[in-house]
């Protein structure tokens, strides 16, 4: 392991190396404070009151706000005090239920570090953001203290266009990785890493989907097995790890979907070629929650044409009280984007989408759940999916693309909280002097959830 296994991991902003001489001291007249702060909770909670309502999907949305906004009652069941979440800090936050029979658990962070092609090729992302941020040098060097303080056992990156310099630097931490660069003319790809002396490496393939007529990206799928596994379970603690970077191009949904599709098939035919182990999904999905990508994954099948191919991922029509947001870069404003017109699918499209002519609901096998929809969170940082509000911060975009998924048998039990919107307005976009991507990584803590662990 790297260092030492904190309850309240260290964030950048406490490092030794870069001390805080205007850390803000207790107030002593908080009581007005927290007196406004009561009621505005209250009025969340007045305003999230489950409907009187048929409707399956509006019953689940509103339980899950609710569960969110009230993130106490898990902080008094693991006998700490969660403080609120300041400029600059990321916090864990912990499962409502009661994990103290889970034994045996593992950290999974997800992270897209920004290819530094990319953003050298795209100033226009990131015309607000000092050229010393974007340096590389710089940047390798917040993501590798970053990583040492998220003290994951098992790493998914996207953008990895400087594998050879993140693998020198990672098997000092203890670290093997296996890398898929992108086909065609792009430089970066997707890495995994894991800690050798954790984990064991049985099985990995990797997906090129220019062979399937889906564009040039790339996804990884990767069998590992715990080294040393502390309950009496019979059941061998091995699980498929996939990690993925799907197309941007808003307008593709198809190629999107295609993407999501061939990928979730390819996880569970391992899956199931592994004896049926668990399968942890992690990756940049460039969807954001609203999505019919999101509720693809969430509810196992999807109609394709109930939807608009250009609306498929979210990206071209969402609306702030999603959490997403797009910055006009010549003020200091932010809209909404507006709707686009809606139309059909052709058929070359929905083969595409769905792998096979005249088919248009798509289903996967997999019982996926989000591990942060599986804990509860703040209203400043989750929407009401409860995912993050935002994960990826720059000129032109501000919202959630990025996810970590997990099938039955295994349970999140605590997730690293992303940053307040309020707090990453002022930074004016990513990267920055204390981040080093334009994206946040998501980090959690999966524990594997089976009846012999009961005894």
Known sequence: MIGKNHD??????????????????????????????????????????????????????????????????????????????????RRWVYSARDCSRFIDKFMVASYNILGVENALNHPDLYHRVPSKFLDWSFRKELICNAIKFYNAGILCLQEVDRFDD?????????????????????????????????????????????????????????????????SKSKTSRSFVIGNIHVLFNPNRGDIKLGQVRLFLEKAHSLSQRWGNVPVIIAGDLNSIPKSAI???????????????????????????SHGAFRFCSGGTKWSNVSTSKSFGWSDEEI????????????????????????????????????????????????????????????????????????????????????????????????AFDDDENDS
């Open 8 to 89: 309240e991991p260290l964030s950048l902003m406490d490092i030794p190396a870069k001390t805080d001489k205007n850390k803000r001291k207790p107030s002593t007249s908080a009581a007005p404070n927290d007196h406004r702060k009561k009621r505005r909770r209250l009025a969340v909670s007045s305003e999230t009151a489950i409907p009187k309502s048929s409707d399956p999907q509006k019953l689940a949305a509103s339980s899950r706000l609710k569960t969110i906004c009230s993130p106490s009652r898990t902080s008094r069941k693991h006998g700490k005090r969660r403080s609120s979440q300041t400029d600059g800090h």
């Open 166 to 230: 993140l693998d020198e630097l990672f098997q000092n931490y203890g670290y093997k990785g296996v890398y898929k660069a992108r086909t065609g003319e792009a430089n970066d790809g997707c890495a995994v890493f894991w800690i050798d002396k954790l984990f064991s490496l049985l099985h990995q393939e990797t997906i090129e989907f220019q062979n399937f007529g889906l564009r040039n990206n790339v996804a990884q799928l990767c069998v590992l097995k715990m080294n040393k596994s502390k």
């Open 294 to 320: 999101y509720q693809f994954l969430a509810s196992s099948e999807l109609d394709i044409q109930l939807h608009d191919r250009r609306k498929i991922s979210g990206q071209l029509d969402f609306s702030s």
């Open 351 to 446: 083969r595409i989408a769905s792998g096979s002519e005249n088919v248009t609901r798509l289903q996967h096998p997999l019982k996926l759940s989000s591990a942060y929809y599986g804990i509860p969170g703040s209203y400043k940082t989750r929407d009401t999916n409860g995912e993050p509000l935002v994960t990826s911060f720059h000129s032109k975009f501000m919202g959630t693309v990025d996810y970590i998924w997990h099938s039955e048998k295994l349970a999140p039990v605590r997730v690293l909280e992303t940053l307040p919107v309020d707090a990453l307005k002022k930074t004016g976009g990513l990267p920055n002097e204390k981040w080093g991507s334009d994206h946040l990584a998501l980090v959690c803590e999966l």
